[in-house]
């Protein structure tokens, strides 16, 4: 699923500037990474992919993208990218940050880029803060939160 260029405010996406792209399902970016390869250690190399903290990140990102357009029934996503970035555009607008710790410190320069009654939803492995319009939640809460 491709996820398009937009301005934090949302409006008209941009379609001729990058795109990110999202397998629709974890399962497929496993199947396609092994295809032409012998199946028998594909199972152990999608184990050992998962202890790979950047691209465990990519895959977190994957799996919110589709809960995005699953709880919303959207047909398109948006992010925006400048001297930082949104991975998502909406209300709110989220950020995965998938790691250890995160600080909601660490994205003070959201209040200058988010549009007025707009907040940002930062999704962490563990941590959870509020500071202005930016709240911290971990990713597990924020799922079982759409059930």
Not at 135 to 141: N, V
Request: with cysteine; aromatic share 12%; glycine share 8%.
């Amino acid at each position: 699923m491709a996820c398009h260029w937009s301005e934090p405010a949302g409006g008209p996406r941009a379609p001729r500037k990058n795109r990110k792209f999202y397998a629709a399902d974890p399962f497929l970016f496993h199947l396609f990474h092994e295809a032409g390869k012998s199946w028998d250690p594909a199972f152990e190399f999608s184990r050992r992919r998962l202890r790979d903290a950047p691209l465990m990140g990519r895959l977190i990102e994957g799996m919110v993208a589709a809960e995005i357009r699953r709880r919303h029934g959207i047909p398109f996503l948006a992010y925006w990218s400048g001297a930082k970035e949104i991975d998502f555009i909406g209300n709110p607008c989220i950020e995965v940050k998938y790691q250890e710790h995160v600080s909601a410190a660490e994205f003070a320069w959201a209040e200058k880029v988010l549009p007025k009654g707009r907040e940002m939803l930062v999704l962490t492995k563990k941590d959870r803060a509020v500071m202005g319009r930016v709240r911290l939640m971990p990713m597990e809460e924020w799922l079982a939160e759409g059930k």
